[in-house]
C-alpha cells in the first residue's frame, strides 16, 4: 500500500497504563482501526501451524521484546488487510491506531523507514504502582500469561530501559502528546481527545 493512503498514530504507555481501554474510545469517535501489536502476537501465537508460536510464547511470559520482524510483518499485513477490505474513501486517508509499538528504538526506525511514518505518538503516563494493580486486578480473570507479579515486574523493567528511549526520542522530534493515565477511564479520555484535536489528527 501507499503510505498516502494512511494516517499513523503511535499508541504507547507502561503495561496497564491503559491503551488497550482508550483505544475502543478513539476507534468509536474518530473512525481509526485500532492494532495491538501485543494482540496481534497472541494470535499469531495461538495459530495452528505458526513457526513462531512457542518463541513468541517465551518472550510475552518473560516480558521481552519479540524481534521486530516478526511484529512488523504482522502489524503491515494486517494494514494491508485492513485497506484492502475497508478501502479509504477517495481523498480521504485510513487511519491507524498502533498500540504498543514500538517497543525498542531500531524498531521504530525500522517501521517508519519501510512501512510508514508516524504523524502522532500519544503517551499515557502512569505511575508504576497503579499499573501493578490494574494488572494485578486484571489477571484475576484475563488468562493472559504476562499478568502475574513476576512478569509483570519484567515488564516494567523492559519498559523503563527499552521502551522510554522510544518515547523520548520522539518527544524530541515534537511528536509527543502526553496524558497523565492515572485518573478515571473518561478523564484520561477527555484528556487524550484534546492531545489529539490540539494536533489536527
Ligand atoms: N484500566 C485501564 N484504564 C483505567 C483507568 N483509567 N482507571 C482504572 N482502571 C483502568 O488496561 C489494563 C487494566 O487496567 C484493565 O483491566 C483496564 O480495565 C484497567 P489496558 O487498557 O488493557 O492497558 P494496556 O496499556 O493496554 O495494558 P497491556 O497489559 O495490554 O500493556 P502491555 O503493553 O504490557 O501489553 P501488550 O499486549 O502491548 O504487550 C504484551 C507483550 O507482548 C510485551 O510485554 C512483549 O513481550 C510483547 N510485545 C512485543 O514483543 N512487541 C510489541 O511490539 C508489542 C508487544
Ligand atoms: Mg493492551
Redesign the pocket.
Known amino acids: 500500500f501507499s503510505t498516502n493512503d494512511v494516517t499513523v498514530v503511535f499508541f504507547l504507555?507502561g503495561?496497564?497504563?491503559?491503551?488497550?481501554?482508550q483505544s475502543a474510545n478513539l476507534v468509536k469517535s474518530y473512525g481509526f482501526v485500532h492494532l495491538?501489536?501485543?494482540?496481534l502476537?497472541r494470535e499469531e501465537q495461538n495459530r495452528a501451524g505458526s513457526q513462531y508460536g512457542e518463541m513468541i510464547k517465551e518472550?510475552?511470559r518473560e516480558?521481552?521484546?519479540?524481534p521486530m520482524e516478526v511484529?512488523v510483518a504482522l502489524l503491515s499485513n494486517a494494514m494491508a488487510d485492513s485497506l484492502a477490505s475497508n478501502p479509504p474513501a477517495p481523498g480521504t486517508k485510513a487511519r491507524f491506531l498502533i498500540?504498543?509499538?514500538?517497543?525498542k528504538l531500531d524498531?521504530a526506525v525500522f517501521f517508519e523507514e519501510t512501512v510508514c511514518p508516524s504523524e502522532l505518538v500519544l503517551f499515557l503516563d502512569c505511575p508504576e504502582a497503579v499499573m501493578e494493580t490494574?494488572?494485578l486486578?486484571?489477571g484475576e480473570t484475563s488468562g493472559r500469561a504476562?499478568d502475574n507479579a513476576e512478569s509483570i515486574r519484567k515488564?516494567f523493567r523492559?519498559f523503563v530501559e527499552t521502551s522510554m528511549p522510544v518515547v523520548e526520542d520522539f518527544r524530541g522530534k515534537d511528536k509527543v502528546v502526553t496524558v497523565t493515565?492515572d485518573?478515571?477511564?473518561e478523564e484520561?479520555y477527555q484528556e487524550v481527545k484534546a492531545g489529539i484535536e490540539a494536533r489536527g489528527i
Open positions: 504507555g503495561p496497564g497504563s491503559g491503551k488497550g481501554t495491538s501489536a501485543g494482540d502476537l518472550y510475552i516480558g521481552k521484546i519479540v511484529t498500540d504498543g509499538f514500538p517497543r524498531q490494574r494488572l486486578k486484571r504476562d515488564r523492559t493515565a485518573k478515571s477511564v484520561v
